[in-house]
């Protein structure tokens, strides 16, 4: 998978300083993660990448949207991402991800694939209950909405419980 990659940052010919790398994510990115909880994607990675004598820095941000089913009616809705990460890259005598924000190369590598940070880091970006935004203004017409609202407790005319008006009386 890594040798196939397009998300890789070769890092051995550069100068040392700032440099830009800009990548496209689609539907066919996730689908080398075995990853369907997207109907489409179109997301925009860009990354600073600096090169210092000793370490790498990298500073990602993405910008984009991904469409998902709504997690109360199923509807398809595009939701928009919009986040930001930094990652160090030291050199050490073996490959290390133990640490999120650092990363240890092994010394004589030569690039960087950078696949699994951004796939992690637009998976991170979505909010963990995905609701359409038809569903919160109350613009939304579906027959699920419908169902839900049927299904909703009906609330009765006397709130309280016969049992605690009793029990205030000996609070007198």
């Known amino acids: 998978m890594k040798s196939k990659s397009k998300y890789k940052i070769e890092f051995a010919g550069l100068k040392i300083g700032p440099h830009q790398f800009n990548f496209k994510v689609d539907n066919k ?3 080398r993660f075995s990853f ?18 000793t370490l790498l820095e990298l500073f990602f941000k993405i910008k984009g949207t991904v ?12 939701l928009k991402i919009n986040s930001s990460n930094s990652l160090v890259v030291k ?5 290390n991800d ?10 004589g590598e030569h690039k960087l694939y950078v696949d699994q940070y951004i796939f992690e880091m637009i998976v991170l970006s979505l909010p963990s209950k995905r609701i359409h935004p038809g569903v919160e203004d109350g613009s939304l017409k579906s027959e699920m909405l419908d169902i839900l609202e049927n299904l909703k407790p009906k609330l009765s005319n006397n709130l ?3 049992r605690w008006e009793e029990l205030k009386k000996f609070k007198k």
Not at 67 to 78: K, R, W
Not at 91 to 95: A, H, I, L, V, Y
Not at 98 to 107: A, K, N
């Open 67 to 78: 469409n998902v089913n709504c997690d109360l009616t199923n509807e398809p809705f595009d």
């Open 91 to 95: 050199f050490g005598q073996e490959f």
């Open 160 to 162: 309280a419980d016969p």
């Open 36 to 53: 369907s909880d997207f109907n489409d994607v179109e997301v925009e990675i860009d990354i600073d990448f600096t090169k210092k004598t």
């Open 29 to 31: 990115f996730f689908d």
């Open 98 to 107: 133990e640490d999120d924000e650092i990363l240890v190369l092994p010394h």
